[in-house]
């Protein structure tokens, strides 16, 4: 079954302390994206990447990392996670290239206190 | 700035009448633009999609109609099912790397 998988689905945590959120895709897409959800203001991009060892910042990458060590994993890192980081983060795939259609993961739902 | 703009948050309609969610968008440069359904506790997962050089989509009870003059698109639901309750996400791409959504509508159909 083709999925995009994210952990931890639910996380808090206190400020300062490093997080990483994982993100695999078994589909072989090149293309690989993180977003954040936050009321109001939709689904923003923060790094996105293109292949392996490619990455890109989005419109919103201020206080976050990436790394594209293999095609199927994606990991956002939170070197000094910060309350205004508290939010609804979810990874995304495409075949290749970001303007296609996207498969979304299920979302990790970030607290930071 | 926010360059795809949903600008009702929340629409409500009756089971069977057409849902109609309107999009704005303001870079001229955006030439690929996408519908996206999310149910609460999942990710999005897209509907259709439509490409500038065409001005209507439609696959099955979905259509989307393109206005490229107005920067404006527009997704119909016909007919609305309860099912088809959920917050719909506009998103729009200059066939680059990013894609850009508006902030999304909460469609509620009642029975």
């Known amino acids: 079954e083709a999925q995009v998988t994210q952990n931890p689905r639910y996380l808090i945590t206190v400020t300062g302390k490093k997080l990483t959120v994982t993100c695999s895709q078994n589909m072989n897409h090149e293309y690989m994206s993180w977003y954040r959800q936050d009321p109001g203001l939709g689904l923003r991009q923060i790094y996105y990447?293109?292949?392996?060892?490619?990455?890109d910042k989005g419109d919103v990458p201020e206080g976050y990392k990436v790394s594209r060590k293999e095609k199927r994993n994606f990991p956002l890192i939170l070197e000094s996670p910060s309350p205004n980081q508290t939010s609804l983060y979810f990874c995304a795939t495409a075949l290749a290239g970001g303007w296609n259609e996207q498969f979304f993961g299920p979302g990790t739902r970030l607290t930071v206190l | 700035d926010q360059q795809v703009k949903q600008n009702s948050p929340s629409l409500s309609v009756q089971e069977g009448r057409i849902s109609i969610l309107n999009c704005d968008y303001t870079?001229?440069?955006?030439?690929?633009f996408l519908w996206y359904k999310k149910y609460p506790a999942e990710g999005p997962t897209f509907l259709i999609s439509i490409s500038s050089i065409k001005d209507k989509n439609e696959d099955g009870r979905f259509t989307v109609f393109l206005n490229k003059s107005a920067k404006h698109l527009s997704l119909h639901i016909v007919p609305s099912q309860p099912g088809d309750s959920a917050v719909y996400f506009c998103?729009?791409?200059?066939?680059?790397?990013?894609?850009?959504f508006g902030a999304g509508t909460r469609l509620t159909v009642k029975p």
């Open positions: 998103a729009a791409s200059d066939l680059g790397n990013d894609m850009r």
């Open positions: 990447s293109m292949n392996v060892e490619v990455t």
């Open positions: 870079n001229s440069m955006f030439d690929y």
